[in-house]
């Protein structure tokens, strides 16, 4: 798949050296850059005019558009893919649409992609929330409430949008 990886390195001895307002300083400055990268993924918004879940609004949006749409749930989402390498204690658990999804994902892209998109999605933390699968592409979607509209922002879990054979 090929990430584009921006490697961080820090001096361990210059930074335990800094004061305790230039480390504060310094976190500040790189919050600052990360809202500001993060602004610029391109998202749209939906008017919604009942209290509905962010995520089942975004669902009903996507699949109105042709493409299937999985959440980011371990039980019926795509995160069921963790199964194939390290939650294999729960795969007879697995629902018939998690089994339909890792035959689907596992038709789409080649097998290092599929482990290494498992790998990725292994922990909760930064996984978007939606799944989109549409001629056999795959987008992810991170999904915000904001007022009365729904923000769906496509977020990659790597440096690639889509994956494709």
């Known amino acids: 798949m090929g990430r584009n990886k921006k490697v961080v390195e820090i001096d361990g001895a210059k930074f335990e050296a800094m004061t305790h307002f230039a480390k504060l300083r310094l976190f500040e400055d790189f ?9 610029k993924i391109p998202y749209s918004e939906i008017t919604v005019m ?3 879940k962010a ?7 996507y699949r109105k558009k042709g493409f299937e749409v999985y959440r980011s ?17 729960y ?9 339909k999804l890792i035959a689907l994902l596992k038709g789409i892209m080649p097998g290092k992609d599929f482990e290494e998109l498992a790998m990725i999605v292994e922990q909760k933390n930064g996984t978007p929330d939606l799944l989109l699968i549409k001629n056999e592409r795959i987008e992810f979607v991170e999904v915000k409430y904001n007022y009365e509209t729904v923000k769906l922002k496509f977020q990659p879990p790597s440096s690639e949008f889509f994956f494709a054979r």
């Open 91 to 99: 795969k007879d658990k697995l629902l018939d649409s998690d089994r």
């Open 55 to 61: 995520e089942s609004v975004a669902e009903d949006y």
């Open 31 to 39: 919050t600052q850059l990360f809202h500001h990268e993060l602004s």
């Open 73 to 89: 749930r371990i039980k019926d989402g795509y995160r069921s893919i963790g199964v194939e390498f390290y939650w294999k204690d």
């Open 50 to 52: 009942s209290k509905e």
